[in-house]
């Protein structure tokens, strides 16, 4: 018996520290995007000796507001699964609790979603790293619509016997090829590993109307009465 309680301390440790090394890549990779600007700004300074125009230190400004968002929302997220837990909670609380952390990182989209029955009544686990998953697919969303010049992107609930379909329908085609020399390109494995985790998995495919949709899927935790 207490081998077996030995085993399933380690496992639960081994959990919470899978957990953590997602929410830590994470942060890794959405970091990258406001250091890698901040990085040509300081180069094109040094390289001309002029001193800084105003606008470019407003640029840089905003960016250390967005690296200090990702890491407050690290320490939010990782507060939130302190010893890799997990929460039961609707859906709707979820996405509400993501949207309103992601939003402030990206205020000019905007998000075609209110809470329906559906996901107010179907529950779900979640853990720490959950809310980082959807919210860097919702920002993958974002930035296809962007690219096809649309600033809105939509999201629906869906529920069956089989669990919880949370659907992010973009403008565009999808996330585009990872690319550049920082040979990041974490975001959906990450996000895919995170739903993962909890028994899910991510699907994405063209739109029937349109647009690239991607779907998650995650077990459901039951109804409310």
Do not use: K
């Amino acid at each position: 018996r207490q081998r077996l309680a030995r085993e399933r301390e380690r496992v639960l440790r081994d959990e919470a520290l899978l957990g953590m090394g997602t929410l830590a890549a994470g942060t890794a990779h959405e970091i990258n995007t406001p250091l890698a600007t901040m990085s040509l700004l300081v180069d094109d300074w040094r390289q001309s000796g002029a001193v800084p125009d105003p606008e470019d230190l407003e640029t840089v400004q905003a960016q250390l507001e967005r690296i200090r968002g990702h890491v407050r929302t690290l320490a939010e997220l990782t507060h939130d699964g302190h010893s890799g837990g997990q929460r039961v909670e609707t859906v709707a609380a979820l996405l509400a609790r993501t949207l309103s952390r992601w939003s402030l990182l990206r205020p000019g989209i905007v998000v075609d979603w209110s809470p329906d029955a559906v996901a107010e009544a179907t529950r779900l686990r979640s853990d720490a790293s959950l809310p980082m998953a959807l919210a860097n697919l919702v920002n993958n969303a974002a930035d296809a619509s962007l690219r096809a010049g649309s600033d809105r992107i939509r999201l629906a609930v869906e529920a069956d016997t089989a669990g919880v379909r949370i659907l992010i329908m973009d403008g565009g085609a999808g996330p585009a090829p990872a690319t550049g020399s920082d040979g990041l390109g974490l975001g959906l494995m990450i996000s895919n590993a995170s739903i993962e985790r909890l028994g899910g998995e991510v699907r994405q495919y063209p739109g029937e109307t349109g647009g690239h949709l991607t779907e998650v899927r995650l077990p459901a935790a039951g109804t409310r009465a």
